[in-house]
């Protein structure tokens, strides 16, 4: 069974940076032949798309993240990232990560904070 684990959340001000990652404890064959995603949910809204990076490393950004977050993957760990800097409080939600055209069971997602 596929688990996907997320950390690197937190608490941070404004301007600040934050790396997340996500591991996923499977066979290397779902994450190296999969696109990947970063999805967040803050608190009274829907899931949504934060960034998606395919298996050959193509990014895509959310146009609210472009410019800020950097997403990318090491297929040798089973390992993604996302680069969040100059944090807005509007990026305060619960970051989650998942494969985007099979997606497996949600993980536990890590909380981003976004305060001063």
């Known amino acids: 069974q596929v688990q996907l684990v997320e950390s690197g959340g937190g608490l941070v001000q404004p301007g600040g940076s934050l790396k997340l990652s996500c591991v996923a404890s499977?066979?290397?064959?779902?994450?190296?032949?999969?696109?990947m995603g970063w999805y967040r949910q803050a608190p009274g809204k829907e899931r949504e798309s934060v960034a998606t990076i395919s298996p050959g490393g193509t990014a895509n950004y959310n146009d609210s993240v472009q410019g800020r977050f950097t997403i990318s993957r090491d297929n040798a760990k089973n390992t993604m990232y996302l680069q969040m800097n100059n944090l807005k409080p509007e990026d305060t939600a619960v970051y989650y990560c998942?494969?985007?055209?099979?997606?497996?069971?949600w993980g536990r997602g890590t909380q981003v904070t976004v305060s001063s």
């Open positions: 998942n494969a985007v055209l099979a997606p497996l069971a």
């Open positions: 499977a066979s290397e064959f779902i994450f190296q032949f999969n696109t």
